[in-house]
């Protein structure tokens, strides 16, 4: 077997703590994978490590799945509370836009809600 690199390693061990913690869902999302082989062969697919797919295959998967992880869409960032595409606040961008008024922040009527945010915290 051909070892696995360092980013393949830390993504086999992301999928097998969800696994471990009854967060691993199927492909579709919809059912927790029970069974510890089909976890394996899941983290293995999203490493890029499966020997049962090309190098090119394998190549894509790990782009695909680091890129997952960077925008936080893994079931663990879901289960800790850190969901995709979700601002820090749950505030809206009018309540925001109320409290830079209140504070005479310069420049608050073209601001995004992430960037009021970076505003009042700032």
Request: aromatic share 2%; no cysteine; proline share 2%.
């Amino acid at each position: 077997m051909a070892k696995q690199s360092a980013a393949q390693q830390k993504t086999v061990e992301r999928v097998m703590h969800e696994f471990k913690h009854g967060e691993l869902k199927t492909a579709a999302g919809k059912r927790k994978v029970k069974n510890p082989k089909q976890a394996i062969a899941i983290a293995l697919h999203e490493a890029g490590a499966s020997n049962q797919e090309t190098p090119k295959k394998n190549a894509h998967n790990l782009r695909h799945t680091k890129a997952k992880e960077r925008r936080g869409e893994t079931y663990k960032d879901e289960t800790e509370g850190r969901h995709a595409g979700r601002s820090k606040s749950d505030k809206s961008r009018d309540e925001l836009y109320a409290e830079a008024k209140k504070r005479d922040i310069p420049g608050r009527s073209k601001m995004t809600k992430a960037e009021l945010e970076h505003a009042l915290h700032a």
